[in-house]
């Protein structure tokens, strides 16, 4: 009875295409449906806004593909952006100077992201339940700082910022932030040993505690890193608008959560890259930007939204029940022959 050709059976593994190739076809067919739909589309002005709304939600998922990665989730991320938005607003109200303010708003997003990462580290509780509940404390805390009203004099130079763009360039300022941090966090979960441990972590905890990582303290790190992302995105977002406001950030958990699943991260973590995130990223903010121009409904936004969100959860699972029940096929026959 033969035995199946092992190289074989490899070679036919690898057949199908990286995630990250069909990314950049669907990047490619978003920028012709954004032609099609606006001829302004393609315009500098535009890729500016394109770019710029992009900014926020880039910088917390960078921090969330790291969580992902590791079999953690991080709902709080727009709740810590409101809360820091509206610290920021009482803050400069009380005449901090502005760096002043922009440090202590980053610290209380680190001990923001600390509360979350003790709760569930000591307690051994689900980041889903726990990020759950931070997600309303958070939220809950913004409104109680600023309740609706709204801080709007900032300095202008700090505003500037949040608006105007890198020299003749269309990239605006803050998102020179956005390139800066996905190259670390890119180098960081590609390249590195720390990296390799959140791997190892999502896909075997057990094992990885076993093999010597420090478990514990790499997810405590992971929700600290996330909680100072969040509140600096809260910052950005602050002087972009040049408004502190309780709500800002409502929802944005959502595009964040799709943009790193569709990044091809998988949900039960062990498996995805950041290049696949940052190919996600813009797909996400062609596609809005596109049928904004189009005049297309905010509900529609969110369903397209939730569509790319389901649609990377079930994807990656039926591809790999396709292959595991091709390797079958091919299994019984090469034994059979």
Known sequence: MAKPDSALLTRKRETPLRWEILLVIVLVLSLVLGRVLSPVFLTGANITNVLADLTEIALMALPMTLIIVAAEIDLSVASVL?????????????????PLVIVLVLIVGALAGLLNGLVIVKLNLPSLAVTIGTLALFRGLAYVLLGDQAVADFPAGYTAFGMDNLGATFIPLPFVIVI?????????????????????????????????????????????LSGVMSALAGVVYTLRFT????????????????????????????????????LSLLIIGVLKNALTLDDVSSETLTIVTG???????????????????????????????
Do not use: C
């Open 82 to 98: 409101g809360a820091s938005s509206a610290l920021m607003g009482v803050l400069w109200h009380m005449g901090l100077p502005m």
């Open 180 to 224: 800066v941090g996905a190259v670390v966090f890119t180098v960081l979960l590609q390249a590195t040993a720390f990296g390799r441990s959140l791997y190892a972590i999502g896909a075997n905890p057990t094992a990885a505690t076993f093999s010597g990582i420090e478990v514990a303290k790499i997810r405590l790190r992971l929700f600290v």
């Open 243 to 278: 408004s502190a406001r309780g709500d800002n950030g409502e929802g944005f958990e959502l595009s964040v959560i799709a943009a790193v699943l569709f990044g091809g991260v998988s949900i039960f973590g062990g498996r995805g890259s950041m290049i696949g995130v940052l």
């Open 307 to 337: 569509v790319l969100l389901l649609a990377s959860v079930l994807i990656p699972n039926l591809v790999a029940r396709w292959r595991w029940m091709r390797d079958r096929r091919f299994i019984a026959k090469s034994t059979a022959s």
